[in-house]
């Protein structure tokens, strides 16, 4: 009697055998692409910057309701001086088509546009924790990712598959359901009117706020991250300054919480 071919009682296995190293080799290759330096620090980057707004929205919220201190322009115009101080200066000191004059001689009204967003986003966002809650803030905050994509698709080009699309829709879905389920629990205590008003300012802020972002990543990659941080320093304090003391003499809660 013939033996049995060491193959045909094994005849599946090399097929298990190819199968398992074809599966091996695209862990492999998944892994070489998705575990690379620059995409582990861009989101170690994003997760750093994702806690320090979270760190923001947790402090301007506590101010407003623990101490009644409101003060959004205030807490932008320091930020925007901390730029002003560092980057712009930079800017001043270079020499060629990367100083600060020849930057504002070509481009000034350009700059004033996006400090004018970039402010007033700040402002409407901040302003916002006076009449609704962080929560809200947050979640709302997300419809700026629709209005991003918007912005992309006819300024810098960006193409988009059916599963973004989809996503941009349950992100809108969110947003109209979180302004109802706001407007109704506001009119149990009475606070209905307070609370549309600050989603309304989320709204307005994460508008102006993925305009600043389609630019920022515009001029970040054609042109230098220094002349976006410095320009928007310049302009930021200037727009900033100039809105402060107009603000104040509007809301005497201004003139309480920086006179405590």
Not at 54 to 78: D, W
Not at 156 to 173: D, E, G, M, N, P
Request: a neutral charge; proline letters at 3%.
């Amino acid at each position: 009697m013939e033996a049995d071919s060491p193959a045909s009682p094994g005849a599946p296995e090399p097929l298990a055998e190819g199968a398992g190293g074809e599966f091996y080799s695209l862990l492999c290759r998944i892994k070489g692409k998705l575990f690379t330096w620059n995409i582990l620090k861009t989101i170690a980057l994003g997760q750093m910057l994702s806690l320090c707004i979270c760190g923001t929205a947790i402090t301007s919220q506590y101010l407003a309701e623990r101490y009644k201190v409101n003060t959004p322009m205030l807490q932008s115009f320091i930020n925007y001086c901390l730029l002003f101080l560092i980057y712009t200066m930079m800017l001043a000191f270079r020499s060629g088509s990367d100083n600060l004059l020849v930057i504002l001689k070509r481009k000034w009204w350009k700059y004033i546009l996006l400090g004018l967003a970039d402010v007033e986003a700040n402002y409407m966002i901040v302003r916002a924790y006076q009449y609704t809650t962080l929560t809200s803030v947050q979640l709302l905050d997300c419809f700026g990712i629709p209005v991003l994509m918007a912005l992309s698709w006819f300024i810098l080009y960006a193409r988009y598959r059916v599963i973004h699309f989809v996503a941009v829709a349950v992100c809108l879905l969110g947003v109209g359901t979180m302004v109802g389920a706001d407007i109704l629990a506001g009119r149990e205590d009475n606070s209905g009117s307070d609370v549309l008003i600050g989603d309304i300012l989320v709204l307005l802020g994460a508008s102006l706020y993925a305009i600043s972002n389609v630019c920022e990543e515009y001029i970040v990659k054609k042109l230098s991250r220094q002349e976006f941080l410095g320009m928007v320093g310049l302009f930021g304090t200037i727009i900033s300054g100039i809105q402060l003391p107009a603000v104040c003499g509007i809301c005497p809660v201004y003139l309480h919480a920086i006179g405590d």
